[in-house]
Each structure stands twice: as C-alpha cells, then as structure tokens.
C-alpha cells in the first residue's frame, strides 16, 4: 500500500483524504501509513504558515522519496 501512496503523490501535493480515494482505503489507514512515510522522510507535510511551520494537511515526495520510486523496480519485493 505503501508504493500506492508514493506512487500516487508523484502528481504532486495531495491530501490523507484525497490519497484514501484513490487508493480505496480508509482515511484512518491511509493517515497513520502517511505518519509512517513522513517519519522515514519519504515525503513530508508542505507548510503553509512560514511563522508556525503548521501545514494545511497537503504532503509531498521529499527528494528520498522520489528516489526510492526512481529505484522501485530493483528493491526486491
């Protein structure tokens, strides 16, 4: 499920709800696999306030992520 999230954030800055959609999962599963990916600094929420760092619930593909899909094919599976 995880690939399917970062897979799905290579279009760009998406939501936990709209990556649910899409991925036909629960919001519930897909925020705590977001807490995951963003703890091993595969993608990270995109602030909005520069004087508190808060986001506005949008995440992105850090540039480890983006590598990690760039060499999907060759991680064993």
Not at 18 to 31: E, F, G, H
Request: hydrophobic share 30%.
């Amino acid at each position: 499920m995880d690939w399917m999230i970062l897979d799905a954030l290579q279009e760009g800055r998406l939501t936990p709800c709209y990556l649910a959609d899409r991925t036909d999962q629960s919001q519930n599963y897909i925020r705590q696999r977001v807490r995951v990916l963003d703890e091993k600094g595969l993608i990270q929420r995109v602030p909005t306030d520069e004087m508190t760092g808060r986001g506005n619930g949008l995440y992105e593909l850090t540039d480890a992520g983006r590598e990690l899909l760039e060499n999907k094919e060759r991680i064993p599976q």
